[in-house]
């Protein structure tokens, strides 16, 4: 236990109203970067990259919060503490490789409608009429 | 020169005990919280698991249903209110139901103070509370469910909400040109008859996609008319003139979403429903616990609330991830 009882009561409602406010932001970034507060951004990409990483930094923060704070891992020994959260950079990889491999998939569906628009004449082909 | 250290592993020695025969904790904490800890690891794989399933066929998809789009009403029609947004309120409730999770989680540690002492009746006056939170948002996430599966017919195997692909022009019932346009990335729902008919057009979705106020006179499921298509599970697909790049002047039917999202949406938001539902059996019985005077019996300091707390932060944060790659991105 790291804070007296009063400070860990103030620190618990700061940290209401911090995940709240972080919230809040994330949703009114998430709604601009739709277009919903000003017509054409949403067609930007540059717009939609820009939003995005800034809600997924902001959402990493809000995890680092609810763990270190009110999961109390903060004070915690460290090496328990890497114990738990090293393995997760394997996440790292695991959304990399799948991210990747979707985008491939995307990718090869595309070539496939495209091959399939193309008119084949071939002289094997002319029994079949 | 003996240190500190090696006087008492002498000590220890001499009782008959190791380093290696148990009573030290190395990690300064209990077996059952350091358990409770690598339990939530394990579990936080399995939700990031599913959580890259939905980013892969996300990203192997041509199109996504736009969040926005997908998540704009709320209970008692306050989304009518919304009129600058032609009555949508896009992500309002999933935000209402985000609060309600954190507010719980914030309780919940206000439980774990109370524990550290000995406050009996202050622990379980804070679980309660967030007993009550937790159920207002599975009560929040049924209605959600619910609204989409009756309102929206979406189901694991058909999506009715999908984004435009090209900037066209919708036909009419009779097959021509009808003036409603739309643009690439714009999102829509298409409409099933068997809501279209009840509602008349006035339900939830009313301006996406240009179904609205679409009433064709012919839906028997299976049709196939100049202007729209009703397809076998009674969705009316509408026709429409590509206005615009190479395939201009070419008429398309609009498509229903990509199918693996429903699917996505129900297993993964159910899967943290389920542990929110779990969350509340054990937050109850922990409770009931607390209030019998059991861990002051016991002894052992409100140990157990400290567990069921780090679970039920543990709901909260996978909520944050959900929330990001559901509702936000």
Same mark, same amino acid.
């Given at each position: 236990?790291?804070? *007296? ?11 209401? $109203? ?14 601009? /970067? ?5 017509? /054409? ?7 939609? $990259? ?53 985008? *491939? ?14 008119? $084949?004449? *071939? ?7 | ?42 579990? &936080? ?26 998540? &704009?009403? &709320? ?13 949508? +309120? ?99 729902? =298409? ?6 008919? &009840? ?19 012919? =839906? ?34 609009? +498509? ?74």
């Amino acid at each position: 236990m790291g804070l *007296s009882y009063e400070d860990g009561i103030k620190a618990v409602y700061r940290g209401l $109203v911090l995940l709240a406010v972080v919230t809040l932001i994330e949703v009114a970034i998430s709604l601009f /970067g739709k277009g919903h507060f000003g017509g /054409g951004v949403e067609k930007m990409t540059i717009v939609a $990259v820009i939003c995005g990483l800034l809600i997924v930094i902001l959402s990493v923060y809000k995890a680092y919060f609810i763990i270190y704070e009110f999961m109390h891992l903060k004070y915690e020994i460290k090496g328990m503490a890497m114990s738990i959260l090293l393995p997760v950079l394997l996440l790292v990889w695991g959304i990399i490789a799948f991210f990747q491999e979707g985008d *491939s998939w995307k990718d090869r569906r595309e070539l496939i409608n495209q091959k399939n628009e193309i008119a $084949v004449e *071939s002289p094997f082909l002319e029994d079949q009429k | 020169m003996a240190t500190e250290e090696t006087l008492v592993h002498d000590e220890v020695e001499e009782k008959g005990g190791g380093l290696w025969s148990g009573g030290k904790s190395p990690f300064g904490t209990s077996y059952g919280k350091l358990m409770m800890w690598y339990f939530l690891l394990s579990d &936080a794989f399995t939700f990031a698991g599913f959580l890259i399933a939905y980013g892969t066929l996300r990203f192997s998809s041509p199109t996504w249903p736009v969040p926005d789009v997908v998540f &704009a009403t &709320a209970p008692f029609g306050i989304h009518e209110h919304f009129t600058w947004w032609d009555g949508h +309120a896009p992500l309002l409730f999933v935000t209402f139901m985000s609060f309600l999770l954190i507010i719980s989680s914030v309780t919940m540690v206000r439980a774990v103070q109370e524990g550290h002492r000995e406050n009996l009746r202050g622990v379980a006056f804070w679980m309660l509370l967030t007993i009550i939170g937790g159920a207002g948002f599975l009560g929040c996430q049924a209605w959600e469910w619910s609204n989409l599966i009756n309102k929206e017919f979406m189901t694991v195997n058909a999506n009715p909400f999908g984004t435009h692909i090209h900037n066209g022009e919708f036909l009419g019932e009779d097959g021509k040109p009808s003036g409603e346009t739309f643009e690439i990335g714009d999102g829509y729902l =298409i409409h099933n008859v068997d809501a279209a008919h &009840a509602d008349h057009g006035d339900d939830a979705h009313g301006g996406y996609g240009g179904s609205a106020g679409f009433h064709p006179k012919v =839906i028997t499921k299976g049709s196939d008319m100049p202007g729209y298509l009703v397809n076998d599970d009674g969705f009316i697909q509408r026709k429409y003139v590509v206005k615009d790049g190479d395939d201009a002047g070419k008429v398309y039917t609009q +498509a229903m979403g990509p199918k693996a999202f429903g699917a996505l949406f129900f297993f993964i938001t159910g899967f943290h429903g389920f542990h929110v539902f779990s969350g509340l059996v054990f937050l109850t019985i922990i409770m009931i616990n607390v209030m019998s005077g059991l861990y002051v019996a016991r002894k052992n300091g409100y140990e157990m609330v400290e567990k069921i707390g780090l679970y039920w932060h543990f709901v909260d944060l996978v909520w944050v991830f959900v929330f990001l790659v559901f509702y936000l991105l």
